[in-house]
Structure formats: C-alpha cells, structure tokens
C-alpha cells in the first residue's frame, strides 16, 4: 500500500468481534448512544535501531497485534469526553480551547490530547468536540509504545471527526512532532511504524523524508516478547532527553573539531551527512575526536567557546541541571548501532543460508551496546536477555527505550515451544509479580497492520 495513501476505511461486523462488541457496549452505557466510528492504531516492537531515530537514522520496526482501539462519536459541543475501559484510567473532559497538557504528570489523558492538538493546529483550529472510549491491549511503560500509540490513535480520531483529510505520512509527521507536547523529545519511529505498518512485514523507516520500505524476515524463526516487568515511563524521567542532548551535543563538538559549521541545530546523522563519508570513517573520527571520560559542562563550554547560558539553550527543559555528558560512547552506539540496521536489511534481502544466525548476530550486538555505550538497560533485561539466549533464542536485546519494558528475540521456529516453557520456568514462574501476568508478559508476534478506521455495517 503507497505510504501517500490515508488510513483505510473499513466496514465491521461489530456483533461478530468480541473486542468490539465489548467496546461498543462499554460507549453506550457511558454515553447513551452508539459510536458512530472506531479507530484503531498499534503498538510497536522494534527489531535493531534502538535509539537511533532522533539522530536522523533509519530503524527496522514492525507493528504489534497489540493495540489501542477507541470508539468515537463526533459532538457539537466543544468538549472532548474520554473514558477507558480499564479502570485504572479516570474518565476525563476537557474543552477543545482550554487544553493544558502538564509535563510533569504524564497521565493517560495527556498522550491524547497532544495527538487531538498536534492535528488541531494543523488544520488551525478544528471545531468539533467528541465522546470517546479507549480500549488498550499494549502493556504500558513496557517499551512497545503504548504512549505513542494512544497519540497516533488521537490524532487519527481527530480528523475523522472533523471530516479532513490527511496522508499517513503527514498523520506520521504530525503525531512525532505533537507528542513532544508532553516532553518527549523522540525521533519519529513509532509514530511512523504505527500509520505505515503493513500486515507480514516489518519495515525499514528511513527520515527527511520520511519512508518506508518493506523488510521481510527470513522463514524459520519467530519474534518473542518479553516483559521485564520493570516499567519506564520515558516522559516521567530525565533518562531519555539526556541521552538526546548528550547526541546533540556529541555532534556539535564532532562538527567543530571538523571545521563544520555547529551552531545550528545538528544530529549525529546531519554530521556524517555534511562530512560525506561513511559509517565506518563516522566510528573512527569519535575515536578520534572524543575522550570516553565524561564531560563536563565547563569541558563542552570549553569545547564549544560558548557560555554557560548558551549550553542552557542547547539543553531540553528537564536537562538543565545535568553535570556531566558521555559524548564518546552516546555517539559511538548511534553510529555502531546505525550500521547494524544496514546489515540487517542487507541479510533479510540476501537471504544467505546462515541468515537466522547473522540476524541473532546483531541483535546481540545491539544489547550490548545499549548496556555498555548508551546504558539504557537495567538489571532486570540484562537478566531476561540471558535467560532467553540460554533458552534457545539466536538473537535477544532490549526493545523501545529501555531502563525497563521488553526484550525482543529471534527464536528458531522448530524452537518455540521449549523456549516458552523454558522461560516461562526461569524467569516468571520464579517470581510471584512476574508470574501472575505470565500470559501478556510473554508471546510470540508477528508483523501486524497499521492505522485504520472501522464503521459498523
């Protein structure tokens, strides 16, 4: 399906699905009528590319089965209504003009709204207000975009109801940018892989422009997902912006030591791309340039010739007071990490008989390098990952931001089974939390659809 297309259309046997039948009755009770649409967008795993996006690298997603799904009514009163079917979730109302998102409490409500303003600016303003249900089956702060999800599905609502009209690559480009509303300063992956997605394949998402190209996974292996169940809730922390300053800060230093313009806004990748070289040569001018000692803010302002306040400008608001930068290993991951993308398309298109290995290869690469140069890891996926290797997985690493959520492995097919059970025993079964939620902590996934809308017949 052409990525300039909109979200599709479809029409729905409401009363012969389960799920939808549930979230219907749930609307009426709630609000006294039927939806008049449902909106669904997906959860994300991303299979290598961890943390690469925002640097204006390619990353290698696919969508979950696992979703957000909302049934909706358009209203005339300028009000937008929410209620969740989890009651963990508090219903919620606001007016369309009086929308206040607050960083410092990332509740639920505040991932919709960014997605209902990201499109309400857009268009400048849209009018209508609506009534709205959520039904989510994406376990949140586990790494596999929930939030982003939630956004996605918001922004996708909002322009059903308004009546417009907007590409999934505009909706993508939007919901990337609207979600930093609530702080977030994220490179486009989720947004993009949940409007692009296309049921079967995962899919290389390249930016500026953004695309995306279908990437089929070698026969014979299957993806897990692995709760942690340590949750991180990136919006709610200082990890993740630290880690996006320290890449733009990386660059600037990298740019000036090369006698590149460095005061306008630069990525990693913006770098790479003015030096006209390869990833390989990328590698070695860090090793050249940065020291793996941390910096010092007075060592960057030294670096930079800049003041004190000029680095305060550079820094996101919940960066501020940040002491020390690790430029060396941030910036060595994205590059290491960038290229590891590469290889890995380069093997599910060729295809080479030792295929399942090369791909396992990488994906522990890639763990490793977010523990050790980006330190996004933690203890708890350290320990799942090790489980999963021991059980049979020829690939397992974090997946999404890290500090907590899932691990993702490639499991020989023929495999499967044991390795369910194996660490189903070792790392759940052993933990009384862990094991009560057994059943959405571990499953095997493939490849589902992206953004749609449904009507009932």
């Not at 009086?98 to 400048?124: A, M, R, S, V």
Request: charged letters at 20%; hydrophobic letters at 40%; proline letters at 5%.
């Amino acid at each position: 399906m052409e990525d300039g297309a909109t979200p599709p259309q479809q029409l729905l046997q409401v009363s012969e699905n389960e799920r939808f039948r549930k979230l219907k009755d749930a609307f009426i009770s709630k609000y006294g009528m039927p939806p008049a649409f449902y909106a669904r967008a997906p959860g994300r795993v991303n299979l290598i590319g961890e943390h690469i996006d925002y640097s204006g690298y390619a990353v290698l997603p696919m969508a979950l089965e696992q979703d957000i799904l909302a049934a909706v009514t358009p209203t005339q009163t300028s009000i937008i209504q929410l209620a969740n079917t989890n009651p963990v979730y508090l219903d919620y109302s606001v007016q369309i003009n009086k929308i206040h998102i607050d960083t410092t409490k990332p509740l639920w409500q505040y991932y919709f709204l960014c997605g209902f303003k990201g499109i309400q600016e857009h268009f400048n303003p849209v009018s209508g207000g609506i009534n709205c249900m959520v039904d989510g089956t994406i376990p949140a702060s586990s790494g596999l975009s929930s939030s982003s999800a939630l956004v996605c599905c918001a922004g996708l609502i909002t322009v059903i109801a308004n009546g417009k009209v907007l590409s999934k690559i505009e909706l993508a480009e939007i919901c990337a940018r609207c979600e930093r509303y609530i702080g977030t300063e994220g490179g486009g992956m989720d947004q993009s892989i949940s409007f692009l997605a296309e049921k079967g394949m995962a899919k290389l998402i390249e930016f500026n422009p953004l695309r995306a190209t279908n990437v089929k996974v070698p026969k014979g292996a299957v993806f897990v997902i692995a709760n942690s169940c340590k949750e991180m809730n990136k919006a709610a922390t200082t990890h993740f912006n630290i880690r996006v300053v320290e890449c733009r800060i990386a660059a600037k230093v990298l740019a000036k030591a090369k006698g590149l313009e460095w005061q306008k806004p630069l990525r990693l990748g913006d770098l790479q791309q003015g030096l006209g070289v390869d990833l390989e040569m990328m590698l070695s001018t860090v090793e050249q340039v940065l020291h793996p000692e941390p910096y010092s803010r007075e060592e960057v302002c030294q670096s930079l010739g800049i003041s004190q306040k000029e680095l305060c400008n550079i820094l996101s608001q919940n960066t501020q007071d940040v002491p020390s930068f690790k430029l060396y290993q941030r910036a060595k991951h994205v590059y290491s990490e960038a290229q590891r993308v590469v290889e890995f398309k380069r093997v599910c298109d060729e295809t080479p008989a030792n295929a399942l290995q090369l791909l396992g290869d990488l994906m522990n690469q890639s763990h490793l390098s977010c523990r050790d140069m980006y330190e996004c890891s933690c203890p708890e996926l350290d320990q799942l990952v090790d489980v999963c290797l021991r059980s049979g997985a020829v690939g397992s690493r974090l997946t999404g931001a890290g500090w907590g959520g899932c691990t993702v492995s490639m499991v020989p097919t023929n495999k499967l089974d044991s390795f369910l059970a194996k660490v189903q025993e070792i790392y759940y079964k052993a933990d009384g939390q862990r094991a009560a939620k057994q059943t959405q902590n571990l499953f095997a996934t493939q490849p589902g659809g992206g953004a749609a809308v449904y009507r009932e017949v």
